[in-house]
């Protein structure tokens, strides 16, 4: 019997789920709303870990001597939206980004899991007259704990 390979499979993401985030006003403390899965509905999940520079160097310097100011990721989730039974569209993405401002996704790929909690940068719906409606939900990263996201 033929057996697929894992990656042939949802490209081995077995989690990829959104959950809204509530700060305390006077804590800052975030307070996990309902986990939300989209595994079903998304095409891509993209992580961009970047630095920030600046050029530090001489007025007579002809090289560029860049120096890291600082880190950051960004994840940029893009999927279909699926029609319900009623004749609605099935997004958890957009009512959550309409009520809140930060997002936490979960993802597990391969058997490796990352967290990512994020300020919203963007969202969009593209309708079209033909084929499917594709959404896509941007996040930065905020500051949890002093170190950039990875898989693990």
Do not use: H
């Amino acid at each position: 019997m033929a057996t697929l390979n894992n990656f042939a499979l949802g490209r081995g993401v077995g989690v990829l789920s959104i959950t809204s985030q509530s700060p305390n006003a006077s804590t800052g403390v975030l307070t996990a709303g309902t986990a939300k899965s989209i595994l079903g509905q998304f095409k891509t999940w993209k992580m961009t870990q970047s630095n920030s520079v600046e050029d530090v160097s001489a007025t007579s310097a002809r090289a560029k001597n860049n120096m890291i100011l600082d880190s950051g990721t960004r994840v940029e989730i893009s999927g279909i939206l699926f029609a319900a039974d009623n004749g609605t569209t099935t997004n958890p993405a957009a009512p959550m980004v309409n009520a809140y401002d930060y997002i936490s996704v979960a993802c597990t790929r391969a058997g490796l899991s990352v967290t990512i909690y994020g300020v919203v940068l963007e969202y969009t719906e593209e309708v079209k007259d033909k084929g499917s409606v594709p959404f896509t939900l941007s996040l930065g990263e905020i500051d949890i704990n002093g170190t950039n996201p990875a898989f693990a």
